[in-house]
């Protein structure tokens, strides 16, 4: 089955530098997802990427899809304490019917 | 707050036991997920329902069962618990496929 994986598994940064979180698919994406759970906490929908090349920006964050749709990424500049938390994404295939996540990214900020 | 609440919040029982979990949607979204997240591990997708009716299954095991009922709010049921069961079950809603998903603030799962 298809298999969604996500790089770094974990990453440590100190405030204020960029932060870049990798995901790729063993086939290609259908729609991509991006979450952010904070430790305790749930996950939160970021953003959903559509077509090939997309690019789209929340503040700080900017996501991409890839031109082969086979990879997606989520840049964060500056980052902030408040950025803390595992990143996922998701694909949703069987025409929207049941979402893969990637095992996340797990970002650690220092103050 | 998601909109989507779940019961309970944390359950401790034992090997062997069945426990149901329930999920009411956000108001208006017809699909509900449902995932098991193990400790410091992913989501794994375990099945959806659209509109009363089941239309994927991922991960799940025989053991477990789910259905949405007519008000559509869901419940997740989970028997002949084992130690491995172990985790945080997040139920998720969304308007329609494709959308965002909502998830609700999960229930702690302990099987001792």
């Known amino acids: 089955g298809q298999q969604v994986m996500q790089i770094p598994q974990y990453q440590h940064v100190q405030e204020g530098e960029d932060f870049t979180t990798y995901c790729n698919s063993s086939t290609t994406l259908s729609n991509i997802q991006w979450y952010k759970q904070r430790p305790g906490g749930h996950p939160v929908f970021l953003i959903q990427l559509v077509k090939s090349g997309e690019v789209k920006k929340q503040k700080r964050l900017t996501f991409q899809f890839g031109e082969a749709k086979k990879n997606s990424s989520l840049h964060i500049t500056a980052t902030q304490t408040t950025d803390v938390g595992t990143y996922f994404c998701a694909d949703t295939n069987n025409y929207g019917q049941n979402f893969v996540f990637g095992p996340g990214t797990r970002l650690s900020v220092l103050p | 707050d998601s909109g989507v609440t779940q019961t309970p919040k944390h359950l401790i029982t034992a090997t062997g036991q069945r426990v149901t979990l329930r999920c009411s949607p956000r108001?208006?979204?017809?699909?509900v997920y449902w995932y098991q997240q193990s400790l410091d591990q992913g989501l794994q997708f375990l099945i959806h329902?659209?509109?009363?009716?089941?239309?994927a299954k991922g991960n799940i095991l025989e053991r477990f069962s789910a259905q949405q009922f007519p008000d559509l709010h869901s419940e997740l049921n989970l028997s002949s618990l084992e130690l491995g069961d172990s985790a945080l079950y997040f139920c998720?809603?969304?308007?329609?496929?494709?959308?965002?998903?909502?998830f609700g603030p999960g229930t702690r799962l302990t099987v001792l």
């Open positions: 108001s208006g979204d017809l699909s």
């Open positions: 998720a809603s969304s308007l329609q496929l494709y959308n965002e998903q909502f």
């Open positions: 329902y659209y509109n009363g009716e089941e239309r």
